[in-house]
């Protein structure tokens, strides 16, 4: 399928204009030359709306106009407490005239007196802000589900008063806001085009897997033969890979095309996620501290620092072959870099 008719169908869908678009696209010309690659970066994270953008506004265009369309007040939605998703969704949601609610789980606790990163901004856009603190020998997984029940009881409250609420998953992965990431997809095979060069990898970080299912499904759309690298930062299992298939294939759906994918279309990688979410590699801390350093632009040590940590070991070991012409996409998530000491371990001492 061409990119003119992938833009057409989404085109039809709701959207809320939140980001700046297409984002910026260009090459890293000093870690070109040291890394033996052609190197370029797709800017994800000026997406916009504020300073502090990153890959979920593509999401919340579609989720956000979504709401819109069936007259929903409330939105609700999850993640950690430094949540990129849950503090964009906010922002999505003032300049859109909803109320945000937030279920955020304390991974790291955060210190009241000392609100930091996108916490501190939550609390300034003026979010109500559930925190839910982990019980003792809950598991990450249990702590998720208690807080997404919470939050539906909550939900349930406010709709019996004739509210209308509206739900967005952690990370906005749902078929709606994956399609964001097939949207994604085609302005940067767009970009990479007007550039007259092929490319041969697309780099990035996958938490929920929206963007990857997203990325995967425009990819096959455009019969595109850059393949899609995507190192995982949470740590999963082989369950994933089918739910981002389902994700992917729903989305294809929602949007009115045959095309389908599977497990087997994902390339993805779950051994640079470690010492675990939050906790910082000294591979990921590496990685920020090589692109300020060559470039002057930030990664965090979350997502996007251990995705650069995965493709720079790729070069090492010559899995990315030298020459070879790749693309990084910057995810966005640089407020982690202020946020508390135990996300950014020990980055300051080098
Ligand atoms: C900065 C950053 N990069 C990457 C991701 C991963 O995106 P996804 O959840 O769509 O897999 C996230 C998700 O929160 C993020 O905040």
């Known amino acids: ?21 297409p984002t910026p696209f260009y090459r890293l010309e000093n870690l070109s030359k040291k890394l033996g690659i052609n190197l370029f970066i797709k800017r994800e994270d000026f997406s916009g709306q504020s300073l502090f953008g990153g ?6 265009e579609y989720l956000i106009g979504d709401a819109k369309e069936q007259g ?20 999505a949601c003032r300049k859109e005239g909803l109320t945000p609610i937030l279920y955020l789980v304390a991974y790291v606790e955060p ?17 109500e802000v559930h925190v839910i603190l982990k019980n003792p020998g809950e598991s990450d997984a249990e702590v998720d589900a208690r807080s997404v029940q919470l ?20 990370g906005g992965a749902n078929l709606i806001g994956s399609a964001g990431f097939i949207d994604g997809f085609v302005e940067l095979a767009e970009q990479a085009a007007a550039v007259g060069q092929n490319f041969d ?32 930062v949470i740590g999963h299992d082989a369950s994933y890979l089918e739910n981002s298939a389902a994700l992917a294939n729903e989305s294809l759906e929602w949007l009115g095309v045959d095309e389908r994918i599977s497990a087997e279309d994902f390339e993805h990688d779950n051994d640079y996620y470690l010492p675990g979410y939050e906790m910082p590699s000294d591979a ?34 010559g899995i990315i072959p030298q020459k070879s012409s790749v693309i990084f996409l910057h995810t966005g998530g640089a407020t982690a870099l202020f946020a508390e000491k135990e996300i950014l371990g020990d980055l300051l001492e080098k």
Do not use: W
């Not at 992938?6 to 204009?17: F, R, S, T, Y």
């Not at 590496?286 to 300020?292: E, G, S």
């Open 1 to 21: 399928m061409e990119s003119k008719c992938v833009k057409q169908l989404l085109g039809q869908k709701p959207k809320a204009n939140l980001g700046f678009y």
């Open 55 to 60: 890959n979920k506004i593509r999401k919340l």
């Open 72 to 91: 929903a007040e409330y939105i609700f939605t999850f993640g950690a407490t430094q949540s990129n998703h849950a503090m964009q969704t906010v922002e």
């Open 111 to 127: 210190d009241e007196d000392d609100l930091r990163s996108n916490l501190l901004l939550d609390k300034i856009l003026g979010a």
């Open 151 to 170: 939050a539906r009881e909550h939900m349930k409250q406010l709709t019996k008063e004739g509210h209308k609420c509206y739900e967005i998953p952690m």
């Open 201 to 232: 990898y697309l780099v990035h970080a996958t938490g929920s897997g929206g963007t990857m299912a997203g990325l995967v499904a425009g990819k096959k759309l455009l019969k595109h033969p850059m393949r899609v690298l995507s190192f995982d």
């Open 284 to 317: 990921g801390n590496d990685a920020i501290r090589l692109l300020a350093r060559e470039e002057g632009l930030f990664l965090d040590p979350v997502y996007s620092g251990k995705a650069f940590a995965g493709m720079l070991d790729y070069i090492k070991k």
